[in-house]
């Protein structure tokens, strides 16, 4: 599970780098390996040992703080993408309602 989890992070990591940059495509793809980890993680069976629980629970933490550094790029490209769709729509209405002209 450990090995998953850094896996996550790296992932993770990646995720935000793709974001600052700007490289949505990227991120798209990063989020989709990072969905299918997620699913394996999600099914696996919790550890019993302590210091096992406690590395598990550093990289859970490490990851949420990069989670938490990248969703607020990943809104805003939303935000963008909607407002650039919003605009292309009205410019193709215009663009019908003066060719019945």
Known sequence: MINLLEQLFELTRNL???SL??????VLNIQRQRE???????NMEKPDSATQGDEIRR???AIQS???????L???QKKNI???RSTQNKGKKMTKAYKGI
Do not use: F, Y
């Open 74 to 76: 990943i809104k805003t």
């Open 21 to 26: 940059s700007g490289d949505w495509d990227s």
């Open 59 to 61: 990289l859970i933490q």
């Open 36 to 42: 299918a980890l997620c699913q394996t993680l999600e």
């Open 16 to 18: 935000k780098d793709a």
């Open 66 to 72: 990069l989670e938490n550094e990248v969703m607020p």
């Open 82 to 84: 909607v407002e650039q």
